[in-house]
């Protein structure tokens, strides 16, 4: 039998161990402890791992990459064992960029499920490939950081301040109701990570509570960030 193998490799916030197939990644977990990472993976995919002193070459750049913030579309990854709609919320959630936020409501709707935004926590909540698939980028609808399956909120935080994300700015506006930035010079509004909503200044924010509210006012979505489909409003 064919054997998978996994090793260790510096992750954001600490070590991480990686086992990969012939499929690509199978299972990612913060570093602890190996006898129990070795059966998590065999017990995900059905076959037997071993540790190698180190990942292939070009996987390892690979993931290096994807970690650092630059989106690695043709990374191979090995969604085997979970459902068709799992698998799909955690591929869209890699579309999520480095540095900003969206709700778990947003990945529901991108993926044509709008109601399902509890399915969407269970299948990130039990995300067998953490930092690689960054579902730390995911939040509670009103903007708080909430949880995070590897290693919880405050693991989620300092994953987010290692791409520059001001969590107790996050923490602030979803205390204070605000979901939405608006820009009073180009009439869009964003969620407050979008690199578009980094870019406003002083005068030109306006916050909104709903996008209802932004869009009664005359702000339309940002294209960037999808705060809405926009299509509901086409015509």
């Known amino acids: 039998m064919a054997r998978d193998a996994w090793a260790e490799l510096e992750g954001p ?9 012939p499929a690509g990644v199978t299972l990612v977990a913060r570093a602890e402890d190996a006898s129990s990472f070795e ?47 799992s698998a799909t919320a955690l591929r869209k959630t890699m579309e999520i960029p480095w540095g900003e936020v969206r709700p778990y409501s947003w990945v529901a709707r991108e993926i044509g499920s ?37 290693g919880g909120p405050a693991a989620k935080i300092a994953m987010l301040a290692t791409e520059d994300v ?12 605000i979901r939405y930035l608006g820009d009073d010079l180009a ?6 990570t979008c690199r578009r909503a980094r870019g406003m200044e002083g005068d030109r924010i306006v916050r909104f509570r709903a996008a209802e509210h ?6 339309q979505p940002c294209p960037d960030c999808r705060p809405v489909d926009a299509r509901v409003f086409a015509d």
């Open 39 to 85: 059966l998590d993976a065999q017990l995900r995919t059905g076959r037997p791992v071993t540790r190698v002193g180190h990942l292939p070459p070009g996987l390892a750049d690979q993931i290096a990459r994807q970690l650092g913030g630059e989106w690695q579309p043709d990374l191979p990854i090995d969604f085997g064992g979970l459902t068709r709609f």
């Open 187 to 192: 009439d869009i509004f964003c969620y407050p």
């Open 13 to 21: 916030i600490g070590p991480l161990f990686i086992a990969w197939g």
């Open 214 to 219: 932004a869009l009664l006012a005359g702000y």
């Open 166 to 177: 001001d969590t107790d700015e996050l923490e602030a506006l979803a205390d204070a109701g």
């Open 114 to 150: 709008p109601r399902a935004v509890r399915a969407v926590g269970s299948s990130l909540g039990h995300n067998p490939l953490p930092c690689i698939v960054p579902c730390h980028r995911v939040v509670k609808a009103d903007g708080h950081i909430g949880e995070y399956g590897a």
